[in-house]
C-alpha cells in the first residue's frame, strides 16, 4: 500500500489514481475537490507525497481567513497551502527534502505567477483592479 493510501485513509480521502480516471492525464501532479483527490503519475514517490499534503493544505486554509486577507491571491494562497501542508506533513511525522521542497516551489507554486485567476472566477473582476498598480488606471493589464 502506498504511504498516499494510508494517509488518505486516516485523512478522509477518497484516492483516484489517474489510470483509474477518464480525467484528462496529470503528470507530477494532482488535484482535489472536497474528500476526494485525483492523483497523477509521478516520476518521484517524494513528489507525489508532498503534492498530498499540499491539497490537504487547500483544506486546512479555510480553517481561517487568510484568503480574504489576500484579496483571492492564487499566487498567494498556492503557497501558503505548501507552508500549511509541509508544516502538517511535519507534524505526522513526515519531512521532505530539499528537491521536493524546492520543487514544490520553484516548480509548483511558481506556475502560478500570472495566472491568479485560474482557481478563481471572480478574482479577474472584482480582485485585480485592487492590486496597487491597477488603482487609479482606466487600462486593464493582461500580463499581470
Ligand atoms: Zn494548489
Known amino acids: 500500500m502506498r504511504e498516499i493510501d494510508k494517509l488518505a485513509k486516516k485523512l478522509g480521502y477518497e484516492i483516484i489514481y489517474n489510470k483509474d480516471s477518464d480525467c484528462e492525464s ?4 494532482c488535484m482535489s475537490s472536497g474528500d476526494t483527490m485525483w492523483v497523477g503519475e509521478y516520476n518521484n514517490e517524494d513528489y507525489a507525497l508532498i503534492s498530498f499534503f499540499h491539497e490537504y493544505g487547500h483544506r486546512l486554509i ?28 511535519r507534524e505526522m511525522g513526515y519531512l521532505f527534502s530539499d528537491d521536493a521542497v524546492g520543487w514544490a516551489y520553484s516548480k509548483k507554486a511558481m506556475s502560478y505567477v500570472g495566472n491568479d485567476c485560474r482557481e478563481c472566477s471572480t478574482w ?5 483592479p485592487l492590486l496597487w498598480i491597477n488603482k487609479g488606471k482606466g487600462e486593464r493589464y493582461d500580463d499581470l
Open 26 to 29: 496529470l503528470y507530477n501532479d
Open 62 to 89: 479555510h480553517k481561517n481567513d487568510f484568503i480574504e486577507k489576500c484579496n483571492y491571491n492564487t499566487l498567494m494562497i498556492e503557497i501558503e497551502c505548501w507552508n500549511l501542508g509541509i508544516e502538517a506533513a
Open 124 to 128: 479577474e473582476e472584482k480582485y485585480k
